[in-house]
């Protein structure tokens, strides 16, 4: 198989994912570059991305996603955090022009404070901020925005049900989806 353009090769991410066995062990974070993290980088063919994404994640999902363009949805265990859920969209060419990374699981019972802090902690996990956070008020919840190296890192928090949506992004601009 061929090496990644950045991070560690697939090789590597096979044997740190402990594919050897039946079940998968951590994704190694350093992993992560300004675009995108293992499999799922920035400018290669979704099937490319698709191909190695299934061979760390054999429930890998490819198919269009929930804004028409096509995509792969991996998740990612991982030994500094919770697991992650790793999607790339494609262009028309088919080429990935977005990288999303997720927690696995929502966050509820969250302050606005707290819903920031999350955000700081969980893109300093992935890459370094480059800028400090912006806030946006909009109806029904507040936007958090933190520049990092190469992406960017949102955060919603809904204060009607204090729940704190995360992910850091690649590419292309993009929002959370609203709920």
């Not at 090769?9 to 050897?20: E, H, K, Q």
């Not at 099937?47 to 929930?66: F, I, K, M, S």
């Not at 925005?145 to 850091?168: E, Q, Y």
Request: proline share 9%; with cysteine.
């Amino acid at each position: 198989m061929r090496a990644l353009r950045r991070g560690l090769p697939l090789a590597a991410l096979l044997m740190a994912a402990g594919l050897a066995g039946p079940a998968a062990a951590p994704l190694d974070l350093r992993s992560v570059a300004a675009d995108g993290i293992g499999p799922l980088r920035l400018g290669l063919t979704l099937a490319e991305a698709a191909a190695e994404a299934r061979a760390l994640d054999p429930a890998t999902l490819v198919g269009p996603g929930c804004d028409g363009r096509e995509m792969v949805s991996l998740a990612l265990p991982t030994a500094s955090s919770a697991p992650l859920q790793a999607m790339a969209m494609a262009d028309a060419a088919g080429r990935i022009e977005e990288v999303r990374l997720q927690p696995a699981a929502a966050s509820r019972g969250e302050t606005e404070q707290s819903c920031r802090a999350r955000l700081r902690h969980f893109a300093a996990a992935l890459l370094p901020p480059e800028a400090a956070t912006e806030t946006h008020r909009h109806p029904g919840f507040r936007e958090f925005r933190l520049p990092l190296r190469g992406a960017i890192a949102l955060g919603r928090w809904f204060p009607a049900g204090g729940s704190c949506d995360l992910a850091v992004t690649f590419g292309r601009p993009a929002a959370l989806p609203e709920g």
